[in-house]
C-alpha cells in the first residue's frame, strides 16, 4: 500500500494516522450514523485510542477523552458545584458538555473507574439517550451527534474489574488485537521515519516478547512502546540500548527477568 493511501485512509487528510486492520472504520462510522455507543476491547497499546481520534476526526467530531483510574466518579463525568469568585457555580463535566454539545465522548479503560460510573452511563446507552443530573434537577437529552465510546483491556483485568452483561449488552462491540507483522512495520516506519529493515527486526523481536505474556511478563510489548524504541534508534541511540529504555523496562522490573529479555534481543539481532 503507497505511503499516501495510508496517510489518507478513508479520505480523512487531516486525522491522525491510524493503519486499519478491518472493517473497524465502517462499524464505527455505522455506530456513529445510527447514535449507538460502542466499546472497544484489546490489549494495551494495539491503537484503540489512536482510531477513536481518528474517526473523530474524519467524521468532523469534537473529542472528550476521558483516562478512567480507581479514583474516578460519576462526579468527575457529569460536573459539580465550585468556589468561583466567591460564588458557588454549577461546572460540567467532559461527559456532560459532551451529551450538550451533540460530541464524542471515549472513556478510555472504563473498567477502572468506580463502580456508580456504568450507572450514569445507563441510561444514554439505551434508547433514552438521557443524562439525568440530580445535583441541578436536569435531565439532558443528548444532542444530536453524541456518541459515546469505552474501551478496556479484557485479558488484563481480574473478576473484580470487569463490565456487566447488563452494560456490555448495550455497546456495539470490536475487538482489537496486535497488528499483523507487515502493518506493525508500515507503522513504525510511517510513524518514526526509521527504514523498513530494522522496523522489521524490531516487530519481530516484539512477537517473541508477546509470546511470554503470562509467563514471564504480565503484558506484552505494545505496539506504542515499538513505535518509542524506533523513535530512539531514529534519534541516533543504539540498537540494544533502545531496545533495553523503550521495551525491557517498562515490561518488568525483576532483574533475573529483565537479563533473560536481553538474551532473546542477542539472539534476535546477534
Known amino acids: 500500500m503507497a505511503k499516501d493511501n495510508l ?7 487531516n486525522a491522525p494516522f491510524y493503519l486499519p486492520q478491518g472493517d473497524e472504520c465502517a462499524v464505527f462510522e455505522a455506530a456513529a450514523a445510527h447514535d ?11 491503537g484503540k485510542t489512536r482510531f477513536v481520534t481518528h474517526m473523530a476526526a474524519k467524521l468532523g467530531r469534537h473529542l472528550y477523552t476521558v483516562a478512567c483510574h480507581d479514583d474516578l466518579s ?11 469568585g466567591g460564588e ?3 461546572v460540567d463535566g467532559p461527559l456532560t458538555r459532551a451529551v450538550r454539545e451533540g460530541a464524542m465522548c471515549y472513556l478510555d479503560e472504563v473498567v477502572e473507574a468506580r ?18 443530573i440530580d445535583r ?17 483491556n479484557p485479558g488484563y483485568q481480574n473478576i473484580l474489574k470487569t463490565l456487566k452483561p447488563s452494560t456490555r449488552q448495550r455497546f456495539l462491540s470490536l475487538s482489537f488485537d496486535f497488528p499483523e507483522a507487515a502493518q506493525e512495520i508500515a507503522v513504525v516506519t ?3 521515519g526509521l527504514d523498513a529493515d530494522r522496523a522489521k527486526g524490531l516487530v519481530r523481536l516484539a512477537n517473541k516478547l508477546r509470546a511470554l505474556k503470562g509467563q514471564d511478563i504480565e503484558e506484552g510489548v505494545s505496539t506504542r512502546l515499538i513505535v518509542y524504541t524506533a ?40
Open 88 to 90: 458557588t457555580v454549577w
Open 231 to 270: 523513535t530512539l534508534i531514529q534519534g541516533g541511540m543504539s540498537v540494544e540500548r533502545a531496545i533495553e529504555a523503550a521495551m525491557i523496562e517498562p515490561l518488568t522490573d525483576d532483574a533475573d527477568v529483565k537479563t533473560g529479555l536481553m538474551d532473546l534481543v542477542t539472539a534476535v539481532f546477534g
Open 190 to 192: 510511517r510513524e518514526t
Open 74 to 84: 460519576a462526579a468527575d463525568l457529569i460536573g459539580r458545584y465550585l468556589l468561583k
Open 136 to 152: 441541578t434537577g436536569e435531565e439532558l437529552e443528548a444532542a444530536p451527534g453524541f456518541m459515546l465510546v469505552a474501551s478496556f
Open 36 to 46: 449507538l455507543p460502542l466499546l472497544l476491547k484489546g490489549p494495551t497499546g494495539c
Open 115 to 132: 463502580k456508580d460510573v456504568t450507572v450514569v452511563l445507563h441510561p444514554l446507552t439505551d434508547d433514552r439517550r438521557i443524562l439525568p
Open 7 to 13: 496517510i489518507n485512509e478513508g479520505g480523512a487528510a
